[in-house]
Every structure is written in C-alpha cells, then in structure tokens.
Antibody, heavy 119, light 106 residues
Framework: EVQLQQSGPEVGRPGSSVKISCKAS????????MNWVKQSPGQGLEWIGW????????DYAEKFKKKATLTADTSSSTAYIQLSSLTSEDTATYFC????????????WGQGVMVTVSS | DIQMTQTPSSMPASLGERVTISCRVS??????LNWYQQKPDGTIKPLIY???NLQSGVPSRFSGSGSGTDYSLTISSLEPEDFAMYYC????????FGGGTKLELK
C-alpha cells in the first residue's frame, strides 16, 4: 500500500526556516516524482514544485523559487521541503503528493503538515 | 499562466441529488484536467484524471467530461460522504488548481 507520511506540525519565528518531511512507502521511491502543494487557511491549493528523487532535479512555481527548497534522501525514501525567511504569508498546510507521468495527476497525497509562523 | 475558473464556489444540495461542478480554463489544455476531493479532515484524494478517467476505488457515481477550455465533474446521486470540497487541476507544463467548490448539505 502506497503511503506518504508527513512530519508533525511546525511553528517558526518570522525570518527563520522550517523543514518538513514526507516519508514514502509501498513503492520504489525513485520511480516517481514528488510534488508539494500549499493550502493557506480557508483557501485553495497552490502548486509549489516538484523533485525527481532519482536525479535530484527540481522545478518550482515562479512564486516559490525564493521561498522553498526541495530535497530528497533516497536512503530513507523521504522528501523534504524547506521554507525560508518565514512570514505570516507562509502560515499554511503543506502537502506532498506523488505524481504519475501517465496522465499528469497526483495519485497519492500525504496528510498535510500545518506550519504556523508566529513570534 | 493558465487561469482557472471553478463554479460554483459553494453548492447546497440534497442526498440523492445530481450535481455538476464546472471548471473553465483560459486556454486549451489537451484534456489534462483532473478532479480531487478534500474531506473536512483535510485528506485529499483523486477522483477523475485526464478529464474522464475514474481513479481506482472511486464510486461510479462520479464522472468527468469536457474538452478544450470547459470541463465538468458530475455526481449522479449524492451520498452522505460526498459532502466535501472539490478542486479541479490542470497541467500545461506546470499545475494550477481551481478555486474549489464546497458541496454542502441543504
């Protein structure tokens, strides 16, 4: 059974960074690209970017190029997103989602991680 | 960038009712249009991919259609577990989501 298990809620101070994880199981981690999606409180979904764990290649939505850094550890089948220079605009739930190249959709999602930026 | 307009933003409906949610994109996307359901606990799952393909395990009361710039998700007969948020998503070198539709019990 494919599962994407994300880490617990985070609180970050303005100007600091947070790093959240997404541990994959039930499939070969390097066979699928991992995406990250942001959901601000009471709002819709925004695509942040993707990482190909096999090659470490990444792509980001323009809006997140200076905000997010995606990495992956193949030894532990875990994808990470680091959010830097935190502001109140970064308070949101962040989802990881596996992407299938067959039809360009996200077939499995993590449960989401709430990040709160507060002093 | 491709813009997506999802309507309605909220929809009161009754059990057993047939409902349709629409998604209009600003330019043709070759049918790379997907639909997702988000439950109140936050969990998200795919329903329909590539316009009309039913994701494995999703009940057949869900269906998708469309082409070019206009797409829709139809639920033929609402069940209690269907009251949730629904999002369309397009792919055209990157992904964009619609604003969402909240399906509420009337």
């Amino acid at each position: 059974e494919v599962q994407l298990q994300q880490s617990g809620p985070e609180v970050g101070r303005p100007g600091s960074s947070v790093k959240i994880s997404c541990k994959a199981s039930g499939y070969t981690f390097t066979d699928y690209v991992m995406n990250w999606v942001k959901q601000s409180p009471g709002q819709g979904l925004e695509w942040i970017g993707w990482i190909d764990p096999e090659y470490g290649s990444t792509d980001y939505a323009e809006k997140f190029k200076k905000k997010a850094t995606l990495t992956a550890d193949t030894s532990s089948s875990t994808a990470y997103i680091q959010l830097s220079s935190l502001t109140s605009e970064d308070t949101a739930t962040y989802f990881c989602a596996r992407y299938t190249t067959d039809y360009y959709y996200f077939d499995y999602w993590g449960q989401g991680v709430m990040v709160t930026v507060s002093s | 960038d491709i813009q997506m307009t999802q309507t309605p933003s909220s929809m009161p409906a009754s059990l057993g009712e047939r409902v349709t949610i629409s998604c209009r994109v600003s330019q043709g996307i070759s049918n790379y249009l997907n639909w997702y359901q988000q439950k109140p606990d936050g969990t998200i799952k795919p329903l329909i991919y590539y316009t009309s393909n039913l994701q494995s395990g999703v009940p057949s009361r869900f269906s998708g259609s469309g082409s070019g710039t206009d797409y829709s998700l139809t639920i033929s007969s609402l069940e209690p577990e269907d009251f949730a948020m629904y999002y369309c998503q397009q792919y055209d070198s990157s992904w964009t989501f619609g604003g969402g539709t909240k399906l509420e019990l009337k």
